[in-house]
T-cell receptor
């Protein structure tokens, strides 16, 4: 049983560019959450998707947007990249009454 | 809003020493509490959880008890190994009684265990 998978593993972008990160949930999970983890910090909640709708959102600007597909996979889009967006982006999947399982993350570097 | 506070600073221990990592929280309602571990270059792995007051979570020799009266969820292990070296995160979920919903994390505690 494959766990949560994320792509790409690493990504380098320049300021002002746009980026799309992808996540495939663990089999049987219908909910996907995204977190941003800056170096040396704990993960910060970006948003959560369920039934293709954004159900909950953290304190992130509108430059951060997402999507969930009918097969429950998800994308995170970040527009107009800033240097401060450099971080490890973690995807977590879950289903009702089960804990969140995390993927290995995508390391984004903005130059 | 909800928040989680972990003990500051890295922890360095010798193998077979006793480990305590303190965690306190602020939350409305009755959150679920978690400890996650992150090994170098990897994502987060759930170590243990507790969903109601006085519950004790345990896994791989690690334990933590949900103390509502002191709003704490301290992580303990009686004898650490070199392989326990990692970053440990305390977290809470707003979803009362379940593991579903937004996670709020502490800042993490780096544990280094020497032979």
């Amino acid at each position: 049983d494959a766990g949560v998978t994320q792509s790409p593993t690493h990504l380098i972008k320049t300021r002002g560019q746009q980026v799309t990160l992808r996540c495939s949930p663990k089999s049987g999970h219908d909910t996907v959450s995204w977190y941003q983890q800056a170096l040396g910090q704990g993960p910060q909640f970006i948003f959560q998707y369920y039934e293709e709708e954004e159900r909950q959102r953290g304190n992130f600007p509108d430059r951060f947007s997402g999507h969930q597909f009918p097969n429950y996979s998800s994308e995170l889009n970040v527009n107009a990249l800033l240097l401060g967006d450099s971080a490890l982006y973690l995807c977590a999947s879950s289903s009702r009454y089960n804990e969140q399982f995390f993927g290995p993350g995508t390391r984004l570097t903005v130059l | 809003g909800n928040s989680v506070t972990q003990m500051e600073g890295p922890v360095t221990l010798s193998e077979e020493a006793f480990l305590t990592i303190n965690c306190t929280y602020t939350a409305t309602g009755y959150p679920s509490l978690f400890w996650y571990v992150q090994y170098p270059g990897e994502g987060l792995q759930l170590l243990l959880k507790a969903t109601k007051a006085d519950d004790k979570g345990s896994n791989k020799g690690f334990e933590a008890t949900y103390r509502k009266e002191t709003t704490s969820f301290h992580l303990e292990k009686g004898s650490v190994q070199v392989s326990d070296s990692a970053v440990y995160f305390c977290a809470l979920s707003e979803a009362s009684g379940t593991s579903y919903g937004k996670l709020t994390f502490g800042q993490g505690t780096i544990l280094t265990v020497h032979p």
